[in-house]
């Protein structure tokens, strides 16, 4: 098993320990969703409601042997936006982990539209749709992050009419939640299907 593979099921298996919601997003999603492609991290959303419980959830993980590495708001909206994690030694891998608590505003509903998928060889775990990852990728996209461009390339060739139709109500949401970043995020999901 890859060290990356260890990791992700690491965390899974952490999470659901925890009974938390979550889904994959981020490049490994990508390359599930659309062509495989090189990745060093795992991006999670997570559903929590607020940031009491993403913070006691992270306080779990770090009883399971998980360290924090960082820890970022998402300061238009005051919340708990991100928690990057490192493995446990004994895992003996580099891979850090993202979990997404509040950093788009639609980390729930990517949670309860995710597919399970295996993603690595023997690693099964639920990976947000396309349409999901679109808008992740829309928002997050910037001249310093050019393998956004790739991805969202890619994934508008894997989208499906129904995919675009799902991205701009997620992009709506993402607006109407105050997390889009002064980004039209409608008409930047829209541009990329042009």
């Known amino acids: 098993m890859t060290p990356l593979s260890s990791a992700l099921r690491s965390i899974g298996d952490s999470l ?4 938390a919601a979550f889904a994959l997003v981020g490049g ?6 659309t062509e495989p492609r ?12 607020t940031d ?16 924090i590495d960082a820890i970022t708001e998402q300061e238009a909206v005051d919340r708990l936006a991100t928690v990057r994690l490192e493995p446990p030694s004994a895992l003996g891998t580099a891979a850090v982990v993202d979990l997404l608590f509040a ?22 775990v639920p990976v947000a749709t396309v349409a999901g990852l679109l808008v992740l990728k829309a928002l997050a996209t910037s ?7 790739v991805d969202l ?14 991205a701009r109500r997620l992009a709506a949401l993402v607006i109407e ?9 409608v008409a930047e999901v829209d541009r990329r299907f042009t």
């Open 52 to 67: 009491a419980a993403a913070e006691d959830l992270t306080r779990q993980l770090v009883r399971h042997g998980w360290k």
């Open 28 to 33: 490994l999603a990508v390359s599930a969703r």
């Open 153 to 166: 390339t890619a994934l508008v060739a894997a989208a499906s009419a129904d995919d675009r139709e799902q």
């Open 38 to 49: 090189f990745t060093r991290d795992i991006d999670l959303a997570v559903a929590a409601s």
């Open 177 to 185: 939640r105050g997390f889009h970043r002064e980004r039209d995020l």
């Open 16 to 19: 659901l320990r925890e009974s």
């Open 143 to 149: 001249p310093a992050r050019p393998q956004d461009e």
């Open 103 to 124: 950093s788009s505003g639609i980390e729930s509903e990517l949670v309860r539209d995710a597919e399970s998928l295996e993603v690595l060889p023997g690693v099964v």
